[in-house]
């Protein structure tokens, strides 16, 4: 099945620093690469995603890079603010296919004033 | 259009007691999915069902079981509840398998 893993596990930034969140994944098949943040008490809500024919997408200060070679790709974060703070989670998938349906363990982003 | 919707809210079971877990969409989407989240950790899959009519089990489905009742709607039993079970269930839902989720508001529930 498929291995997710996400580094860091937390991240404490300034506000208006950038943070960057990677997710590797093991599963060469997949080709769907959402980002979810999932706010203290809330659900998780998709905030960006990708699919494997694209190398970066990018909705204002939030982007994700794929490096499919390499199985990883990561969400950029600019000009951070602290309603940024929440865990986010990468959750790779083979699109329209029963795969194995696994979320990374979350980067807990704390932004600092 | 409320999207998903999960009931109860919270629930406080004894050890042993049995209960259901409620979900409902109105987005007509085809895939709806069970997960639990355990404090701080991530979202690990119970059980899915593709389309109606289907379900299948995921990573953690002992103690569980499930039930499509129609497109709209995917039940979650614990028949014989257990501390470990102790956590934040989510009910989310895809158009297809394997396409962006959209989360209900989860129900938390203790087991005593």
């Known amino acids: 099945g498929e291995n997710v893993e996400q580094h860091p596990s937390t991240l404490s930034v300034q506000e208006g620093d950038s943070a960057v969140i990677k997710c590797t994944y093991s599963?060469?098949?997949?080709?769907?690469f959402p980002w979810y943040k999932q706010e203290l008490g809330k659900r998780p809500q998709l905030i960006i995603d990708?699919?494997?024919?694209?190398g970066e997408k990018k909705d204002q200060r939030i982007a994700v890079t794929l490096n499919k070679t390499a199985k990883h790709f990561s969400l950029h974060i600019t000009e951070t603010q602290p309603e940024d703070s929440a865990v986010y989670f990468c959750?790779?998938?083979?699109?329209?296919?029963?795969?194995?349906?696994?979320f990374g363990t979350g980067t807990r982003l704390q932004v600092t004033l | 259009n409320a999207g998903v919707t999960q009931t109860p809210k919270f629930q406080v079971l004894k050890t042993g007691q049995s209960m259901t877990l409620q979900c409902a969409q109105d987005m007509n989407h085809n895939s709806m999915y069970w997960y639990r989240q355990d404090p701080g950790m991530g979202l690990r899959l119970i059980y899915y069902s593709a389309s109606e009519g289907t379900t299948d089990k995921g990573e953690v489905p002992n103690g569980y079981n499930v039930s499509r009742l129609n497109k709209r709607e995917f039940s979650l039993r614990l028949e014989s509840a257990a501390p470990s079970q102790t956590s934040v269930y989510f009910c989310a839902i895809t158009r297809t398998l394997g396409e962006t989720q959209y989360f209900g508001p989860g129900t938390r529930l203790l087991v005593l």
């Open positions: 990708i699919r494997s024919n694209v």
């Open positions: 959750a790779p998938r083979v699109d329209g296919t029963a795969s194995k349906l696994t």
């Open positions: 599963d060469s098949a997949s080709n769907y």
